[in-house]
């Protein structure tokens, strides 16, 4: 499959439904835009988008990145507003991340349950 570029997108679009093609960009950079803020927000290890795919959470990015957020939080000093702000962020993020974390320890443990059960299946019958 060879993809397009956006710009013929919109405008095959545009004109498949006349409508304008000013209109249909919104359209497409607003639902690209939740996509990207879906996939920021650390709710979900997995999401599925129509047309592109599944994006998964690695796992070494998580550990990565809640290792550096750790690492913040013994730098902040909360003596000011704006520091204690970004503290505060810091802790809700590192929160999310440990959650994120777990979700991968279980999903991981799911997938390595089920292939014991179809591995034991197998040899059994």
Do not use: C, W
């Amino acid at each position: 499959m060879i993809p397009k570029r956006p710009e013929k997108i919109i405008k095959q679009v545009s004109e498949d439904l006349d409508l304008p093609e000013s209109m249909i960009d919104d359209i497409v950079s607003f639902y690209y835009k939740e996509i990207r803020k879906t996939l920021s927000s650390l709710e979900h290890i997995r999401i599925d988008v129509s047309g592109l795919g599944h994006f998964v959470i690695k796992k070494g990015s998580v550990s990565m990145l809640t290792k550096k957020y750790e690492n913040y939080m013994n730098k902040y000093d909360t003596q000011t507003f704006t520091n204690y702000h970004n503290k505060k962020y810091a802790e809700l993020k590192l929160e999310k991340l440990k959650y994120v974390k777990t979700e991968i320890d279980k999903s991981i443990e799911e997938k390595r349950t089920f292939k014991n059960e179809k591995n034991h299946k197998k040899h059994l019958g």
